[in-house]
């Protein structure tokens, strides 16, 4: 029934399979940023939480009884650290974006989303009406101004960006917080690559920029990279997560998060902050390697290196698996050009990560 699609995906060499990689395979393709998902310290003191309780598993959805106490005690760390209102746990940041988008943007609302905005935020705005929906350049915030300044509409302006971009790892501009304040616009950042990796206290681009929230902003972050969990948090305003519980659809129709993700989220974001000065000089070292050995400049650990050729991008992947390294070959749609994308995660030794980079160098991939 699909013989044609998948022929015509296989011959522009975008085909994707899944794969179970060897795990002698040293890891630069994941985004377990930290290297917390071996942390078996973490994973322990999530168990010993979990089983405490009377139950293992949320059973229902958060607005019938899936609503514990492990997830309010995360949501309520989640608000101190990061000097939000409130919170509101979610199954995945998939889920979460979704929601966001769906619900808040209301029938004479408009949102504006960055081009390079995450999949299920673009895929999100599809359950909108075209003309609530206007795409801008990738962090030009000029642009932006622009489109919100000759929007006709009559509603609320939603921006829609990401703290740190998942493909490219550059950092959203403050400028643009900065006119999402000066038009009163709420202002939706995904988080997800950025908490737990930038900022003074390694929570993300409100804490790199020194922002302090404000009732129009809304920060999404997820638990399946830096976290090293599964699941996905929203926080702002107490009223606009009042609104979500009651109007977005993966919160009210979703089974609640798992307790134990959850509670492994909570545990790693314990982790982070009581580690975090030694965590930041492991950042700050990975970052000078990749600065030293292939000359990219980086505040995340997503080094992007452009290739442009499918072929060639699978086969840089190849023989790199075949000295024992494992980075990411990133193809259409996900990206406009293909890309290797190394992350430079702290728990791998500077030493291998020095190696590796010359292995890139040899092969010419910046050329």
Do not use: W
């Not at 929007?151 to 703290?163: C, D, F, L, S, V």
Request: proline share 2%; net charge positive.
């Amino acid at each position: 029934m699909y013989a044609k699609e998948l022929s015509s995906i296989k011959k522009s060499n975008r085909f994707r399979t899944r794969e179970l990689f060897d795990e002698n395979l040293i890891d630069l393709a994941s985004n377990d940023y930290l290297g917390l998902s071996t942390n078996k310290y973490i994973f322990q003191k999530a168990y010993e939480r979990v089983l405490k309780q009377n139950y293992h598993s949320p059973k229902a959805s958060m607005l019938v009884n899936g609503y514990s106490k492990i997830h309010k005690i995360f949501e309520d760390k989640l608000c101190e650290v990061n000097n939000f209102e409130a919170a509101i746990t979610v199954g995945s940041g998939f889920l979460a974006n979704i929601s966001l988008i769906e619900a808040l943007c209301r029938k004479n609302d408009t949102i504006f989303i960055d081009e390079e905005y995450h999949a299920s935020g673009i895929l999100a705005t599809k359950l909108l009406k075209p003309e609530q929906v206007i795409v801008f350049k990738h962090n030009d915030y000029k642009d932006l101004e622009e489109k919100i300044t000759s929007n006709k509409r009559t509603g609320r302006a939603i921006i829609a960006i990401e703290g740190v971009y998942s493909m490219g790892g550059d950092l959203a501009p403050i400028e643009i917080f900065q006119i999402a304040d000066l038009y009163k616009a709420i202002l939706i950042v995904d988080e997800a690559h950025s908490s737990g990796v930038i900022g003074e206290n390694l929570s993300g681009i409100f804490d790199y920029y020194k922002i302090t929230p404000n009732k129009y902003h809304i920060k999404m972050g997820t638990l399946g990279k830096a976290y090293g969990s599964y699941g996905a948090y929203i926080l702002a305003s107490n009223e606009i997560i009042d609104f979500l519980t009651n109007r977005a659809k993966p919160i009210i129709y979703s089974t609640a998060p798992s307790l134990f993700d959850t509670a492994l989220g909570y545990e790693s974001l314990k982790f982070i902050i009581e580690n975090k000065k030694d965590l930041k000089k492991q950042i700050e070292e990975k970052l000078n390697i990749i600065y030293k050995e292939l000359g990219i400049s980086s505040k995340s650990l997503i080094i992007p290196i452009l290739i442009g050729d499918n072929k060639k991008v699978k086969d840089i992947q190849e023989v790199l698996k075949q000295n024992g390294f494992l980075v990411g070959a990133i193809r259409q749609p996900t990206v406009k050009n293909a890309i290797i994308r190394l992350i430079a995660k702290i728990d791998i030794n500077n030493n291998t990560l020095t190696n590796v980079c010359r292995l890139l160098k040899d092969l010419n991939v910046n050329k």
